[in-house]
């Protein structure tokens, strides 16, 4: 069972940047999926959440408006479209699957850094 984040890096204020989340040895479309991020000297934060057939979003408000989570059942995969993306979005982001919510988890990433800066 392995996921796997790409996409991360630098990226300036007010840009845009696409995250991917491929995962293999297990059926993503049985299970909920969510981004969560980790700023430096700060703890684990929720960002968003998608339903397993995709039906359903949440976001956290201070990514709500800006940030897009989708999935490609097909391709076994997960996306997250950062647009206008902030000093304060700064983080390690990690993928994360879990199968009966999208707050509990039965497997993560190892994560992918992104750095919003001019």
């Known amino acids: 069972v392995q996921l796997v984040e790409s996409g991360g890096g630098l990226v300036q204020p007010g840009g845009s940047l696409r995250l991917s989340c491929a995962a293999s040895?297990?059926?993503?479309?049985?299970?909920?999926m969510s981004w969560v991020r980790q700023a430096p000297g700060k703890g684990l934060e929720w960002v968003s959440g998608?339903?397993?057939?995709?039906?359903?979003?949440y976001y956290a408000d201070s990514v709500k408006g800006r940030f897009t989570i989708s999935r490609d059942n097909a391709k076994n995969t997960m996306y997250l479209q950062m647009s206008s993306p902030k000093s304060e979005d700064t983080a390690l982001y990690y993928c994360?699957?879990?199968?009966?919510?999208?707050?509990?988890?039965?497997?993560w990433g190892q994560g992918t850094q992104v750095t919003v800066s001019s």
């Open positions: 994360a699957a879990g199968y009966y919510t999208v707050y509990v988890y039965n497997f």
């Open positions: 040895g297990f059926t993503l479309s049985n299970y909920y």
């Open positions: 998608i339903y397993s057939d995709g039906s359903t979003a």
